[in-house]
């Protein structure tokens, strides 16, 4: 049975998304990093670095978000998530998968830091403009990918789209416009995939019993 450690409104949403595309098995472990659930001793034993997500298959343990959709994208064929590797699209799916994390999301995430995630004293809002900027450099980039097609690599939903979908995802947390057509459609349109509403259905169920408990 695979096991996934997250947290809801992380970079292990991504994770659920893929198992749920998949329609794979597995369970599901809440880490309250909140409340500190990233620190406890047995959890660090599983991520030295304390985070969310962390998938456990076997004798497996692997962190890292795209590592472990992209893992999951294998282990499940059937369901399309990758394409064979050394085949152009795989290439292309790995070029966006990396996109994704290094250009895309990274402005989201200098937001999140100096806005709440870094202690007060570590934060520096004179970087916020910079970091909307780049994201906006970084939408125009992938809107030129995109192009008209449904799909960022290939004629299906893989991994790479399940990564950019997410990340846009955020910048509509944050409030950022996308400010090109197809983009805003992609997004609306790989947001309404049941997959995704189940995963979000299941954090949010999560949050409302925390906030009970």
């Not at 992380?10 to 998304?17: A, G, N």
């Not at 997410?166 to 996308?178: M, S």
């Given at each position: ?103 895309l999301e990274q402005p989201l995430w200098t937001l999140a830091k100096h806005t709440f995630a870094l202690p007060e004293q570590r934060r ?90």
């Amino acid at each position: 049975m695979l096991t996934v450690y997250g947290c809801p409104n992380t970079r292990s949403s991504r994770v659920l998304w893929t198992l749920e595309e998949a329609g794979a098995e597995y369970e599901y472990v809440a880490v309250d990093l909140r409340a500190g659930g990233g620190r406890q001793p047995e959890y660090l034993a599983l991520n030295a670095g304390g985070k969310v997500p962390t998938l456990v298959d076997g004798e497996l343990v692997l962190t890292e978000s795209a590592a472990i959709c992209t893992y999951l994208g294998d282990r499940f064929p059937a369901a399309g998530l990758t394409a064979p590797v050394g085949s152009p699209e795989r290439a292309h799916c790995d070029q966006w998968c990396y996109f994704a994390l290094s250009e895309l999301e990274q402005p989201l995430w200098t937001l999140a830091k100096h806005t709440f995630a870094l202690p007060e004293q570590r934060r520096v809002p004179a970087v916020l403009d910079t970091a909307r900027w780049e994201f906006a450099v970084a939408a125009k980039v992938l809107a030129a990918g995109l192009g008209p097609r449904e799909f960022i690599a290939g004629d299906r939903l893989m991994v790479a789209d399940i990564l950019i979908a997410h990340t846009l995802a955020w910048a509509r947390a944050c409030k950022l416009p996308l400010e090109h057509d197809n983009l805003t459609a992609y997004a609306a349109r790989l947001l309404a995939r049941p997959a995704w509403v189940r995963v979000r259905e299941r954090e949010r169920a999560q949050i409302e019993n925390a906030a009970k408990s």
